[in-house]
């Protein structure tokens, strides 16, 4: 294939998806950033305008930004740079506790490992969500996160450590919700005894397994609600005994009774 010479020999149509990744912050904080990179930003405006998809990854919402392609949108874009994109951008609608945000034919997500996220959303609408779990499978995502989960999803919060052990127990609990696991068998999946893992995953992350495997539960539940997932099969998917059940623990994290949290 003949390598394009200049990114305006390029055009897009319908159907075509354009992705726009993350920069390094001290290239757009430059003075002469947008007049150095002019042509391009209309060349982005263009294909956004021939009906293209327009994907931005991380702080490449900032290119979608200087395009003008975000006034009266919504966005999201890396935590870190939240306030200088709300004053940069003013007329832009951001989300910041979002993973990934879809609005029209422009598509954004919240950080790098969001952009996986966001190319599995997009597969889903393509080819729908067997094709999207396979995918995800094959690329050990455990779960696939939705566009309206916070971006600190408890799939990702109490693990900022290397003990790999508690790595291990933290993602066979996630894996196997649907299952009741005894401690001793996660005990002895990771080699050791009941006694020491508890302290040891407490020592490591800060929470017990029992409160952990509450809040997996819990935001799983959430997610397939807001699917329009009936309560029984919820309660299953989750690993709990009862609807009632359910309907107690959703009541303690989120105040919510699951026909509230439904479609």
């Known amino acids: 294939m003949a390598q394009l010479k200049n990114f305006a020999d390029f055009s897009l149509g319908p159907g075509d998806f354009l992705f726009v990744p993350g920069q390094e912050s001290y290239l757009f904080y430059e003075a002469d950033y947008i007049k150095k990179y002019g042509t391009f930003f209309q060349w982005l405006k263009q294909q956004y305008e021939q009906d293209a998809k327009i994907c931005s990854v991380c702080t490449g919402a900032y290119l979608l930004g200087f395009a003008g392609l975000l006034n009266e949108k919504e966005c999201t874009t890396h935590w870190k740079y939240f306030d200088d994109f709300q004053k940069r951008f003013p007329k832009t609608e951001l989300l910041t506790d979002r993973l990934l945000v879809k609005d029209g034919n422009l598509y954004s997500s919240a950080g790098v490992a969001s952009g996986i996220d966001l190319s599995l959303f997009i597969l889903e609408e393509l080819f729908g969500s067997v ?11 455990y779960l696939r996160r939705s566009p309206k989960d916070p971006q600190l999803s ?34 002895e999946k990771v080699y050791m005894s009941p006694r020491n893992l508890t302290r ?19 935001e799983k539940a959430v997610q397939l609600l807001s699917k329009g997932e009936k309560v029984h099969a919820v309660s299953a998917a989750c690993g709990l005994k009862s609807t009632n059940q359910l309907r107690s623990l959703l009541k303690k994290y989120t105040s919510a009774l699951p026909s509230e949290l439904s479609l």
């Open 131 to 141: 094709f999207a779990a396979k995918v995800a499978k094959e690329v050990v995502i």
């Open 154 to 187: 408890v799939f990702l919060q109490y693990r900022n450590h290397i003990e790999t052990r508690i790595h291990q127990v933290q993602d066979i609990l996630a894996q196997n919700l649907e299952t009741k696991i005894a401690i001793e068998d996660l005990a």
């Open 200 to 218: 040891l995953f407490k020592k490591t992350t800060g929470t017990t397994i029992g409160h952990y495997l509450e809040k997996l539960r819990v």
